[in-house]
């Protein structure tokens, strides 16, 4: 999908002389820029010295010089040497010997004459050496300084260096000319969320088998919710092998049944990352939160969900994403009176709560079975008579019962 990108790439980082120039990689947050690159680069670490820069939230560049000092001289990272700190650093010369625990004896003896503190600086080594600045929107830095620092890499020191940014999100009106300057080469990256998918799913292994068989489902709902950000789908994916830890073995077995979860928890977990829906909320309000919100109502709808496929209540899902997980008798009690297994429950109730997959013969007797019910006070438990008033409401509403919400209401008082 991005072929054309690895292959000036390889190009680039294979040039015998320096470029004088760096590359940009530009996309969307969440669009798979670090995912590619870090991909790209797996198979060079062998010939290659890669310098990963992380810029978001910097302040000021000795911040960048600190992360680069760090991978080009891991021994003056090393635990023992954060005492003496900067002042150590200058006073590094050729073949200076270290001793790293205060046992009075040279540990290590480092020559850098190869390299300044920041940069490297012998001829015969630049070619191994990639520098990656990552998220240059992100950084606190102003842009030219930044730019500034990553032109003397590119033209006094000969360095490659790939930038990775969201160009749309950089506002500085000074980028423009620097970036001229700098940056030779620019490429959109294009998602390719197969490669990213099946990546994501080997960072887990209870649900790698149920994910694999259920990507297109995945991928599917990732369209529909048109929010193409490839790191919060890695992030609901490890989410969702948390919550199917709780799932019994029966329910897992049931391919149908773990196609809808798996359609419905990737929907809710969407939405909720991009914001569109709130799991407090969901929690405390459930189906009303949507019934009385047509902007939160929405996102909803453009996944096909309603009561009836959604498998758990609307509080029982908002409960799961702002604790992560639910008790297992929860999910078991939800699953177990889900349409999947309808014909092992007898409660007339629980299979006219999924009335929509009903026959209109089975449906009518199963509702004039719970009527009688009803109006004899047979349903004393409290959730019990809650559901059923619920649900006599809502037929009522649609026409599909003859008492009038009013009288619902009153005979349900009496049963209270």
Known sequence: MNEH??????????????????????????????????????????????????????????????????????????????????????????????????????DVSININQFDLYSPDDNARKHEYIFVFDDLERTKIHISEVLGSINTLVEKDGIKVIILADETRINEKEYKNFKEKVIGKTFQITQDFDSAFYSFVNLVSDTKEVLETNKETIKDVYIAGNYYNLRHIRQSILDFDWFYKNIDTKFREHLELMQNLIKVFFAFSIEIKQGNMDANRLEKKGYYHYKDDIQEKTPIMKYYLNSSNILLEYEQWGKLFSYGTLPQDETDNALQNSRYFMKEIQAEWIRLWHYRELENTEFKQLLETMVGKFNRFEYQEHEVLQHVTGLLLRFSEAGLYTYSKDKVVEQAKKSD
């Open 5 to 106: 990108i690895e292959s000036f790439l390889n190009h680039y980082i294979d040039l015998a002389i320096a470029p004088e120039y760096a590359v940009l990689l530009t996309g969307e947050w969440g669009s798979g820029k670090t995912f590619f690159i870090k991909n790209f680069l797996e198979s060079k670490k062998d010939d290659k010295k890669i310098i990963n820069i992380s810029l978001f939230g910097l302040t000021k560049l000795e911040e960048i010089n600190e992360q680069i000092f760090q991978q080009l001289h891991p021994v003056l990272s090393h635990k023992y040497m954060s005492i003496a700190g900067k002042l150590l650093k200058g006073a590094v010369k050729l073949g200076t010997s270290i001793d790293l625990n205060g046992d009075k004896k040279d």
